[in-house]
Nanobody, 117 residues
Framework: QVQLVESGGGLVQAGGSLRLSCAAS????????MGWYRQAPGKQRELVAG?????????ADSVKGRFTISRSRNNAKDTVYLQMNSLRPEDTAVYYC?????????WGQGTQVTVSS
């Protein structure tokens, strides 16, 4: 099992920045990919950014050049970060951390990001 704990959401004005963190614990040794998804009211959950164990990164087109994903691993924790700059009102959503391990998928509880215009 993998446990994911997110932090860092909040309310920010358009043009501002936030940094999300997600710490994975438990059976982290074989976690392959970690990433962030988001879900706005009335919309489907969508991938924001993902990073593999080897460091391959992908971003949604809507966040390229504004968001940066990074990852830090040690024996006890595997932590993924999402630095969000130049935030826009359309970035408002609940952001979920995701990890994949041995064919299983794990989700965090979600953290609200609200961008005011």
């Amino acid at each position: 099992q993998v446990q994911l704990v997110e932090s860092g959401g909040g309310l920010v004005q358009a043009g501002g920045s936030l940094r999300l963190s997600c710490a994975a614990s438990g059976s982290i040794f074989s976690i392959s990919t970690m990433g962030w998804y988001r879900q706005a009211p009335g919309k489907q959950r969508e991938l924001v950014a993902g990073i593999t164990r080897g460091g391959t990164i992908n971003y949604a087109d809507s966040v390229k050049g504004r968001f940066t994903i990074s990852r830090s691993r040690n024996n006890a924790k595997d932590t993924v970060y999402l630095q969000m700059n130049s935030l826009r009102p359309e970035d408002t959503a609940v952001y979920y951390c995701n990890s994949r391990r041995d064919g299983a998928e794990y989700w965090g509880q979600g953290t609200q990001v609200t961008v005011s215009s």
